[in-house]
């Protein structure tokens, strides 16, 4: 017998498994919990774990093949295997659990090609930078937050999670808790870590985060949510004049290729990242497999 009423009280133990167990973070939480409820509600939350078939399964493939997002537009194939694999997830922890339940393995994925890498290089970097100065505490702000991005390749969340205390500007390094709590050692350039000392300088505040809003309908100063972070790089790049669509993510991206191109190696890479696999490095070996080509091309004779 089940140990599990229905669907959905079974989807409801694996997020508090997931939360509790394996400490996954709040927005692949919120993700897992939108994917796998579109799910229970396709084929019906009071049904038993052990009645999914895999008929189902194919006909819920088939209805986010057809399932339009809010612009009216039908969803990416990357977002329709999300759905899948969180699904497979959630029937492997069914599995763990004595659970009777279809095999998460009869779950197909579509094979993706290579991924590739978005990245500025340096004369891009460059124009970044020099589009984002200025003597007020927005742009001094901007600024401090595109050098840190850069230099330390962390994650937009990462950054947004800094505090005043934890960040060492005379050692230039300092820890974050990563994806999956997993901490690591973060490092600044000397540029970065003047960058952030000139924004400070001109807060008048002691509130802890490290990067504050200072709009002026509000007396307290809050902490920068992702999205405004986004903003402020997209609002650079626009001004910088590069074409390249420019999210955090792509200076975290181009941080491991500059640190590729100019002799790191990919465990380096790997460490800086936070990266728990040396595969997911490895979307990065394109770059460095280019740079092994532009010096063949110079030192070769003939």
């Known amino acids: 017998m089940s140990k599990f009423k229905n669907l959905a009280a079974a989807v409801d133990q694996f997020l508090i498994f997931c939360e509790v167990t394996k400490n996954l973070s709040d927005r ?3 993700n897992y919990k939108h994917w796998l409820t579109r799910f229970v509600k396709f084929v019906g939350a009071k049904k038993k774990p052990a009645k999914i078939s895999l008929d189902e399964i194919e006909d819920f493939q088939l209805f986010l093949t057809r399932l339009e997002n809010r612009r009216g537009e039908k969803i990416s194939i990357k977002t329709r295997q999300f759905h899948l694999i969180a ?6 922890f069914l ?5 009777p339940a279809l095999s998460p393995e ?3 994925l579509a094979k993706f090609p290579d991924a590739t890498v978005e990245f500025l290089n340096l004369e891009e970097i460059e124009q970044l930078f020099a589009a984002a100065v200025g003597e ?12 840190t991005l850069f230099a330390s390749g962390l994650r937009v969340s990462e950054l947004c999670g800094l505090d005043r205390r934890n960040v060492n500007l005379k050692t230039r390094q300092f820890s974050v808790r990563g994806k999956g709590g997993k901490i690591r050692l973060v490092f600044l350039t000397k540029s970065a870590a003047k960058k952030i000392s000139d924004y400070l300088k001109m807060r008048t505040d002691d509130k802890k985060p490290l990067f504050v809003s200072h709009a002026k309908n509000s007396k307290i100063p809050r902490r920068l949510s992702r999205a405004v972070v986004e903003e402020i790089v997209r609002s650079a790049a626009g001004s910088a004049g ?5 999210t955090p993510h792509v200076l975290r991206h181009s941080f491991a290729t500059t640190l590729l191109q ?3 190696d990919l465990r380096a890479v790997q ?3 936070g990266h728990v696999s040396i595969s997911t490095t490895q979307i990065y070996t394109h770059v460095s497999d280019q740079r092994l080509k532009e010096i063949h091309d110079k030192k070769m004779p003939l």
């Open 271 to 273: 460490t800086f990242l």
């Open 136 to 147: 007020n505490i927005l742009q001094k702000r901007n600024a401090a937050i595109l050098h």
């Open 95 to 99: 599995q763990k659990r004595d659970v």
């Open 28 to 30: 692949t939480l919120q």
């Open 262 to 264: 100019n002799g790191a």
């Open 242 to 246: 590069i074409l390249k669509k420019v």
């Open 106 to 108: 009869k779950i197909e």
């Open 87 to 92: 699904l497979r997830s959630f029937l492997k």
